[in-house]
């Protein structure tokens, strides 16, 4: 069953204001994860047309395309294990995962159906990418693997991670020469899979406990990292393999999924304190400004679209609210609620060719919003 709202648009800055509420970092994002209490979200008031039209001519170089409107439309997944971390090449097929069932399964978009195929027993697959020649790399976040499933052939193979400092391969991505790049988190440390040679190369992170969650290719090469139990991000050169720690203007940020955009700036939602942050890393600045659900927003779902604008996911507030942010003017323009609820929505991928942001909730359901 599909699931379509045609959402709330919002055009000038949004300042919700809520409640304050302390809440750490949940201990293990891949366990049965203990988050916060979800608020019931009033949505802001929709604009009135003088406002509306005022906003409209202080957003320099924009065009009717855009507006914040946008369409959000949902599958319901047919099995248990909370289905997430969606890819797809053409947005016609889309990859998913079963985290907590241990299966990987494909959608196909024009029918609605979808077909599961399971891994080995726990195997707990947290993410996974699809390679162009379609095969299917996933993370063995349970079990201490990255695999590759073969789309022609059915069959696994199995790349071992070093129990002892990757324990928990956590969210894959591809950089320019087709190798792998993953965090590992509870493990503390950031690993390179030479695609070729299936060799694995780890990369302890300096600080305890800096649980290196998102992780993104910058358009120079250099891999950046969200150190989701520190105020710290991290980058590695990818020639001498070595990774510095960048620390964020307050200390009791939690950044936990980035994105970049083609300036090379990293962006990052801080789950603890709800604020949109950009790292320069050519001043060595940051820069925040505080999301439409204040400390209640629990950032968690990131992505850039094409346009580089920001896009990401309120999970403190129920239903989740989809929000869009344009560094151009530095205003949040766009909140939409998810139709299924969300529960939680954890990643996304945008896809260039056609606008698109797929993601997976907590609610059973893979996603796709129309931002372009």
Excluded at 58 to 65: H, I, R
Excluded at 192 to 212: C, H, K, N, Y
Excluded at 252 to 257: A, H, L, T, V, Y
Aim: hydrophobic share 35%; aromatic share 10%.
């Amino acid at each position: 069953m599909r699931h379509t709202l045609t959402p709330l648009a919002v055009l000038a800055s949004l300042a919700l204001m809520a409640c304050s509420q302390d809440a750490p970092a949940p201990a293990d994002d891949d366990a049965a994860e203990s988050m916060p209490e979800s608020r019931s979200a009033e949505y802001p008031a929709p604009v009135e047309p003088a406002a509306e039209e005022a906003a409209s001519e202080q957003a320099a170089g924009e065009d009717e395309a855009a507006t914040a409107s946008i369409d959000i439309e949902e599958w319901e997944v047919p099995w248990e294990g909370r289905p997430r971390d969606p890819y797809t090449l053409d947005g016609q097929t889309v990859w998913f995962v079963g985290q907590q069932n241990s299966y990987i399964a494909r959608l196909d978009v024009a029918s609605g159906e979808m077909e599961r195929i399971d891994l080995r027993e726990g195997a707990g697959p947290h993410n996974l990418i699809v390679a162009p020649d379609g095969d299917v790399w996933y993370a063995g976040n349970r079990d201490a693997h990255i695999g590759r499933y073969d789309v022609e052939t059915g069959e696994f193979e199995i790349i071992d991670t070093p129990a002892d400092t990757a324990r928990d391969p956590h969210t894959l991505v591809w950089d320019a020469n087709g190798n792998i790049w993953f965090s590992s988190q509870q493990a503390n440390s950031v690993g390179f899979l030479d695609v070729s040679e299936r060799t694995v190369q780890i990369l302890p992170v300096p600080t305890e406990g800096a649980r290196p969650y998102g992780i993104k290719i910058a358009p120079d090469g250099t891999v950046w990292v969200a150190l989701f139990g520190t105020y710290k991000l991290a980058s590695i050169d990818p020639q001498t393999m070595t990774l510095t720690e960048h620390d964020l203007p307050r200390e009791d940020s939690r950044p936990r999924r980035i994105g970049i955009t083609s300036d090379g700036r990293i962006w990052y939602g801080d789950y603890n304190g709800g604020y949109l942050g950009v790292y320069d890393p050519q001043s060595a600045s940051a820069t925040e400004w505080e999301m439409p659900s204040g400390e209640n927003a629990r950032p968690y779902a990131l992505a850039v679209d094409g346009r580089d604008r920001i896009w990401f996911v309120e999970t403190g507030v129920d239903p989740n609210w989809f929000v869009g942010f344009d560094p151009a003017s530095e205003s949040f323009f766009s909140v939409t609620a998810v139709p299924s609820g969300g529960g939680v929505v954890r990643h996304m991928q945008y896809l260039p060719q056609t606008g698109e942001i797929w993601f997976g909730s907590d609610m059973g359901t893979i996603g796709r919003a129309q931002v372009e």
